[in-house]
């Protein structure tokens, strides 16, 4: 989902402890850290280096206590100005940069999110019934590649040079913030088993985003509304696929992405290797 339903809005969730990459934040979703994955020659990438999540907006002062922690340079906020407008800005943490990066139009789909706030049952199964769901799905994040390589580019080349530590955040921490890590920990040379892992994370139920529907529109605890909605809440390793196959068919490899497209030269390549990877 590259834009929340207008009138939606994630639930604040308590996250139990699940091990070092994942605290017990209060209101932020889908937090991690994107540290210990393996690269195709052997190494790991670092812990402390780079996190993800869901956006900070209603992050608890002890949420914001833990964040302001992590010595954090930067924190990428991948939402355009209609997510935060209906979450809020991301609360301020002090001496960290935030860097507004939005990755898609607000106005995208308005008329479609309009139907999965607030439509009958007959409106969802044309937008989404037989697979039309996770079709726009897959479309959608082949479009955040090829459309967004300006804001790609701009993200991995301040990775490089100074703006780590940094947390990478959309709405949900799902689709515009799991392109992009999957860019970085692609361009690093972590294997690609590992990167569709740490994506499919998002699933877990105390993550994921929920949709709440209009007052008068069937609730998506019906089962029916709820199959319609899956895919466009759920992380499908369909969708990552689609991302990572654009670079190959629309530029003929990822060297040619990363160096010509994206202009990750080889010297911040390596830097960007350095950065985050032991």
């Known amino acids: ?66 964040l302001a922690g992590l010595g954090l340079h930067s924190v990428f906020d991948f939402r355009n100005a209609a997510d935060r407008a209906l979450e809020g800005p991301d609360v301020e943490l002090p001496g ?10 607000p106005a995208e789909g308005a008329e479609f999110w309009r139907i999965v706030r607030d439509g009958e049952v007959e409106q969802l199964r044309a937008a989404l019934g037989e697979g039309r769901g996770a079709a726009r ?3 959608s994040y082949r479009r955040l590649i090829k459309e967004r390589t300006a804001e ?23 689709d515009r913030a799991g392109t992009s890590v999957a860019l970085v920990l692609l361009a690093v040379g972590v294997e690609e088993a590992a990167i569709e892992e740490d994506y499919l994370k998002s699933n877990a139920r105390h993550r994921r985003y929920r949709v709440s529907r209009g007052e008068d529109a069937a609730p998506p605890t019906d089962p029916e509304i709820a199959g319609l909605l899956d895919p466009l809440f759920a992380a499908r390793a369909s969708y ?39």
């Open 1 to 66: 989902m590259t834009q929340p339903p207008p009138g939606t809005a994630p639930e604040p969730v308590v996250v139990p402890p699940a091990g070092p990459d994942e605290p017990a934040l209060s209101a932020v979703r889908n937090f991690r850290d994107v540290g210990g994955l393996p690269t195709r020659d052997g190494r790991r990438t670092r812990t402390g280096v780079l996190f993800r999540s869901g956006h900070l907006a209603h992050a608890t002062e002890a949420d914001a206590a833990y």
């Open 96 to 105: 960290v940069r935030n860097v507004h990066l939005p990755l898609n139009d």
């Open 137 to 139: 799905m897959e479309a």
């Open 152 to 174: 790609h580019g701009r993200l991995l080349r301040a990775i490089a040079e100074d703006s780590v530590p940094a947390l990478l955040h959309c709405a949900a921490g799902k």
């Open 240 to 278: 990552l696929h689609a991302a990572l196959e654009t670079i190959d068919s629309h530029w003929g490899g990822r060297d040619r992405y990363f160096g010509e497209v994206l202009g990750l030269d080889d010297a911040l390549r390596e830097r960007l290797r350095e950065r985050l990877v032991e």
